[in-house]
């Protein structure tokens, strides 16, 4: 383990997903145990992910299945951040959802109404069947004056044949067409950090954040405020780091590293 000497007592906990918790399915070591640790010690959680397309229900159904216990309540997702969001800019408002169950749920229950007939918002999030009817749709509605809105900044999505195009690869095709910009809400935009704290009544002064990405996890949680400590069982490798002008707090091998700090 390696850090910086700028220790403060931690009374939450922001974590990331894949490269954390799982990999492809599997529990990474230490991941059931940290959160067994978590539970047990009553300490405000997220479980966080800029994946959109399944709801926190799915979520928690897929986490079991690898022998890690989140309640659905503790984890949030940057279709869920996006919903927060939009409520917060435009209430009861209206929007071209492209997505899955994980998108089209959360502003349902954020009291959007999804239309095809002059939104407020058209909003992008992560599908596997991404239409090209449902593409030229959103373009005509963006030149139309909707404002363009995207859960997450990623631009390809891992599958068992490799990557597929993803959130930002379509979020790019869109902005070609119409010469407008997306906002962003998903990691690496502190936003979502924010809108997970207000969560779970958490202080950014008390939080820590841990993740395996150093362009997303770290330089988010940074930003934010938050403690912040990189796994290496991801997607950032130990001689990475170096590259990136800014630092994470810790440096650990996994997870497990992190269950006698809970």
């Given amino acids: 383990m390696t850090h910086r000497p700028q220790d403060r007592e931690i009374h939450s906990w922001l974590t990331d997903m894949d490269g954390v918790l799982v990999h492809e399915g599997s529990a990474l070591p230490g991941a059931p145990e940290f959160v067994r640790a978590l539970r047990e010690a009553g300490r405000p959680f997220l479980v966080l992910t800029n994946n959109s397309i399944f709801t926190p229900r799915d979520l928690r159904a897929r986490l079991a299945a690898s022998g890690i216990d989140v309640p659905e309540g503790s984890i949030w997702t940057s279709a869920l951040a996006t919903a927060d969001f939009l409520a917060a800019q435009v209430p009861n408002g209206s929007a071209y959802a492209i997505g899955e169950a994980g998108l089209t749920t959360a502003l349902y229950e954020a009291g959007y109404t999804l239309t095809e007939s002059d939104p407020d918002y058209v909003v992008l999030g992560e599908t596997r ?134």
């Fill in 129 to 262: 069947t991404y239409s090209f009817e449902a593409i030229t749709k959103a373009v005509r509605l963006v030149q139309g004056g909707a404002r363009f809105i995207a859960t997450n900044p990623d631009v390809t999505g891992p599958s068992a044949e490799g990557d597929l195009p993803a959130t930002g690869a379509v979020a790019a095709m869109i902005t070609a067409a119409t010469g407008r910009e997306p906002y962003f809400v998903g990691k690496p935009n502190p936003m979502m950090f924010r809108s997970a704290l207000n969560r779970i009544d958490a202080h950014s002064e008390t939080t820590a954040m841990v993740g395996d990405r150093m362009d997303t996890d770290v330089v988010a949680g940074m930003e934010a405020g938050l403690l912040t400590y990189l796994v290496l069982t991801g997607s950032t490798r130990a001689e990475d780091i170096h590259r990136f002008p800014f630092r994470p707090s810790h440096v650990v091998d996994s997870v497990a590293d992190l269950v006698g700090l809970v």
